[in-house]
């Protein structure tokens, strides 16, 4: 270890950030607090010495990357850990910012915090969009649910052989007539939210599509385009979650980041294992498992899975076919042993993933591009 290094641990909120220090062999102190400002930041910098010296820390947060990206544009050494994996001490009961940025500078020189990958702009922006497509795809199933039971306590259902969400579905809500003009109010207000969701989200993912042109991921989304159940938005919310995948030296360290292994509580002669742990990314997660029920078919090439996979790599090609022949016959095989369809399906999640790591290994990752953000930008 150097000696001359300054182990420093913040604990960041939107206002202030509390500043503690680890120098070598002595206590770790407290600073107090400043202000979440970048001049209040670079003050404090400049009094502890020469930035090559420092090195800092703060958890993962709200307050995003602001900060490590302040610090990396002086030469200060930062890193951004994540919470859940912060040793605790059992017993501890009292907590204050002090206390928590004093830990974090006392980790930190023991080199006891788990860092964390941190995005750079360009990729944060498309993580964002990416995230911004779910959240209006979650808007628009809650706007369908709530015309769904509206017209269910009225003991209305749509006419036999009638699609749900269809053109001509909305064209029969359209016509629906209720007791009372109050509830008619209601219903057509149901309708515009529901309709505006559904403009939004088309909008937000014409948007992603056309930002993947000018992302160095964008070989990489196609390729994984080739797997069964993985679209052209599933495949980007990989990338925009999943980041720089050459950082996981195996698959199992990629199911673990994304919390789908399973939980376990050994001790002894005696092994106990339980669900999954979801302490991972849940957004990689989600994506996952729609995907793995796919798996539920045999396999085949339908196809729109076809024009997916014209013009990738065969070796591409080959381990999405294997995916798709070891994926059914472990879906079919937990099911035959009287596991829940729910439950299976999270296992062929996980070995999916396996597929999603074997593919990227084939797939040589670009540098970004000095190109417009996207396509509307652009213009």
């Not at 005696?270 to 990314?281: D, I, L």
Request: net charge positive; charged share 30%; glycine share 6%.
């Amino acid at each position: 270890m150097n000696k001359r290094i300054i182990f420093i641990g913040l604990d960041v909120h939107k206002e202030t950030i509390s500043v503690a220090i680890a120098e070598h062999q002595k206590e770790p102190r407290s600073l107090g607090k400043i202000t979440n400002k970048p001049e209040a930041i670079y003050k404090v910098m400049r009094k502890l010495g020469p930035f090559k010296r420092l090195k800092v820390c703060y958890e993962a947060g709200p307050c995003g990357y602001v900060i490590y990206r302040q610090l990396s544009k002086l030469g200060i050494e930062c890193v951004v850990v994540a919470p859940s994996m912060i040793p605790k001490k059992p017993g501890v009961r009292v907590k204050t910012d002090k206390k928590d940025a004093t830990m974090l500078a006392r980790l930190l020189r023991s080199n006891d915090l788990a860092p964390i990958w941190v995005p750079d702009e360009r990729h944060e922006a498309l993580r964002d969009l990416s995230r911004a497509v779910e959240a209006a795809q979650g808007d628009l199933v809650r706007a369908r649910h709530r015309v769904r039971k509206l017209l269910l306590r009225q003991g209305i259902r749509k006419p036999e052989g009638m699609s749900s969400w269809t053109y001509r579905h909305q064209r029969w809500l359209h016509s629906v007539k209720l007791p009372r003009a109050n509830q008619q109010v209601v219903l057509r207000e149901m309708m515009l939210t529901m309709e505006q969701a559904q403009e939004r989200r088309k909008r937000l993912e014409a948007e992603l599509e056309h930002s993947v042109e000018f992302s160095p991921l964008a070989d990489l989304i196609r390729a994984w385009q080739c797997l069964r159940g993985i679209k052209v938005i599933s495949a980007t919310r990989l990338a925009a979650e999943l980041g720089d995948i050459r950082r996981f030296t195996n698959p199992s360290q990629l199911m673990g980041y994304v919390g789908l292994v399973p939980s376990e509580r050994s001790s002894g002669s005696r092994e106990r294992r339980g669900s999954v742990t979801k302490t991972g990314n849940a957004h990689v997660r989600h994506v996952m498992v729609q995907a793995a029920w796919h798996s539920r078919h045999p396999p085949s090439l339908s196809g729109e899975l076809r024009r997916r996979q014209r013009g990738q790599p065969e070796r591409v090609k080959a381990i999405a076919w294997k995916a798709q022949d070891r994926l059914h016959r472990r879906f079919r095989r937990l099911v035959g042993r009287g596991k829940p369809r729910q439950k299976a399906v999270v296992a062929v999640a996980r070995e999916m993933l396996g597929f999603v790591w074997a593919i990227a290994q084939e797939i040589p990752v670009q540098e970004y591009e000095q190109q417009p953000d996207s396509f509307s930008q652009a213009a």
